[in-house]
């Protein structure tokens, strides 16, 4: 019986039916960039948008390399030099984030105030001069004393490789770096949840009035960290929250951190907690009032608060200037310090003070401990591999692969022609094409590296068996733009798509009621068909020979090239999930 079936789609394959069109795959066709014009989803209830909003929350920290979160050691705050000056104070200090690696900042407290005092974690941006630029479109001090002297304490930390964060470059990281998911934009990320940490355990600080705010770069941060941190209680993002622009710098992209999403739906993460939106007309948040603002008020009236989310659009170019700060303080007044009188709260002038007296290394070697970056990297990869061998529950591991991966498909649309088919995810683009043989009772799903037409071969002779074209093999190969700045920030791998679209595949076959799933990967699609396993929320029997693959970093890069695989718990990880303990 299976020699003429084989016969039959042979034929099928080379003369009956038309080449399927799979040049429409939008992954090919339309792959999103930071320049996108993006549009917020429609969340029709509370339940949903916190669905949404859980799985935005893995995803970020995910991205981030902090799935699961790293352990905290002691910060050890290490100060150095006060300047008191009539109603604030500035001190330099050292923060311990990770062991042997150290974040720099200065501390302004009030003086001349008594009391527990909110505490604000102030992110710089891409200024020349990092936590210490200090010019008309932008003043991290002066922004830092005026709320000091409105009674908060404010700790103004560097991005990675600004001041006297020295430790690795501002921009860095290589496939090797990506598959362990160590980049700038996690540092930062996690630096910022160490802020938050200090902040806390100051004896002059209400840990329950906490905030942030930062432009531009700082201003991604700013919504990012409060998106993962419930401790922010109100937030400032300034000149960031965009539809049409995600973020210029390595600091705001990582790999799989924008795989469908964008930056409207992070800065509604804050929902329902106060969020002040400030907008200027001469950069790309010049739509905020008319576009992004309403987006996420719609996201506040799903928890019966529209009021606590407000936007100001100042007509500037792109800044962190007087205005905008002004903003900022008469909106955290209102909210954290109980005071709706906006008079109160035009800014004052201030003194700055010598760069080189608000340095914690001027003059000054980091602490013996501290890392070089070959070391701190390795102690990251250390540290996350641990992580890894503790977890054995298959459920948690998958969840981990299929945030590197993708979701388990809830639904698949399909179309069928003869004996082809084309599946795909709604709202998607993808387009699946493939072999579909129906029937009742078991089924097959066999993946070939050269697509659907080398795979009759394999296949039983009786029983429903799908052979598809996996990404970019097969008639699904088609060329796909990877030029983009970020790519891989909105984009995924190759290897991750293969693996994406085995997902799709096994989801159809659960969809149409198949009773037992058989996975055959040929040759190299073995491996692809490893992770999908891992990743399929349905009972499948794998069968796929790995061709002597250990898991390791070259072997990922050559072989499975996904980025944050490593970090999610790599080959035994997979093998868990996936059954074959």
Not at 59 to 83: D, E, T, V, Y
Not at 262 to 283: C, I, K, Y
Request: proline content about 8%.
């Amino acid at each position: 019986m299976r020699l003429p079936w084989l016969i039959l789609l042979a034929l099928m394959a080379q003369a009956t039916l038309p080449a399927q069109d799979t040049s429409g795959d939008a992954r090919n066709t339309d792959p999103p960039n930071t320049d996108t014009h993006f549009r917020m989803p429609a969340y029709r209830s509370l339940e949903e948008w916190r669905a949404r909003a859980a799985h935005l929350r893995k995803q970020i920290l995910s991205a981030a390399g902090l799935l699961p979160m790293p352990a905290k050691n002691p910060l050890n705050p290490r100060i150095f030099g006060r300047i008191e000056n009539q109603d604030y104070s500035i001190e330099n200090v050292h923060l311990e984030t990770l062991p042997g690696y150290y974040l720099g900042g200065n501390l302004y407290r009030p003086l001349g105030k008594t009391g527990r005092f909110p505490g604000v974690a102030s992110p710089h941006g891409h200024w020349n001069y990092g936590r210490l630029e200090h010019q008309p479109l932008g003043s991290i001090p002066s922004r830092a004393i005026n709320l000091a002297r409105q009674g908060y304490v404010v700790f103004a930390y560097d991005m990675v490789g600004y001041n006297d964060t020295v430790q690795t470059p501002h921009a860095f990281g290589g496939p090797r770096e990506q598959l362990w998911s160590f980049g700038p934009l996690g540092l930062q990320l996690w630096n910022s949840i160490r802020v938050v940490d200090f902040l806390q355990s100051l004896p002059d600080v209400d840990p329950d009035r906490i905030a942030a705010t930062g432009a531009s770069g700082g201003g991604t941060q700013t919504f990012l960290l409060t998106a993962v941190d419930d401790r922010v209680k109100v937030s400032a993002p300034v000149n960031m929250i965009s539809a049409i622009m995600q973020g210029g710098s390595p600091c705001e992209n990582a790999p799989n951190l924008r795989v469908n999403a964008f930056n409207v739906e992070f800065g509604a993460m804050a929902a329902p907690r106060p969020l002040l939106m400030v907008s200027a007309t001469g950069d790309w948040t010049r739509n905020t009032p008319k576009e992004e603002f309403p987006a996420i008020q719609g996201i506040y009236s799903l928890f019966g608060k529209p009021d606590m989310v407000e936007t100001v659009l100042i007509d500037a170019p792109h800044n962190y200037n007087q205005q905008s700060r002004e903003a900022v303080y008469r909106f955290f007044a209102k909210h954290l310090l109980g005071d709706r009188d906006a008079g109160k709260y035009a800014e004052k002038p201030v003194r700055i003070e010598k760069l080189q007296d608000m340095l914690v290394l001027h003059g000054r070697t980091l602490p013996h401990n501290a890392l070089p970056y070959e070391r701190l990297f390795e102690q990251w990869i250390s540290a996350a591999r641990a992580q890894s061998e503790e977890t054995t529950d298959p459920s948690e591991l998958r969840e981990r692969l299929q945030l590197v991966l993708a979701p388990w498909p809830r639904e698949v649309l399909s179309r069928e022609e003869g004996g082809r088919i084309v599946l795909s995810r709604p709202g998607r683009g993808d387009r699946v094409s493939g072999i579909y043989r129906r029937a009742a009772g078991p089924a097959t799903l066999i993946v070939h590296p050269e697509g659907a037409e080398a795979a009759p071969k394999f296949a039983p002779p009786n029983g429903a068996v799908l052979m598809i074209d996996a990404f970019q093999t097969g008639r699904a190969a088609a060329p796909r733009d990877r030029s983009h700045t970020h790519f891989l920030a909105f984009n995924q791998t190759d290897d991750a798509n293969r693996a994406v679209d085995i997902l799709t595949a096994l989801a159809f076959l659960k969809q149409t009621g198949a009773t037992q799933v058989k996975l055959r990967g040929i040759g190299k699609a073995g491996l692809w068909c490893l992770f999908a396993a891992a990743a399929a929320e349905t009972p499948v029997q794998l069968e796929a020979d790995l061709d002597g693959f250990q898991g390791t970093d070259r072997e990922f890069i050559d072989r499975f090239f996904v980025p944050g695989i490593q970090r999610a718990g790599g080959l035994r990880a997979a093998r868990i999930a996936a059954g074959l303990r």
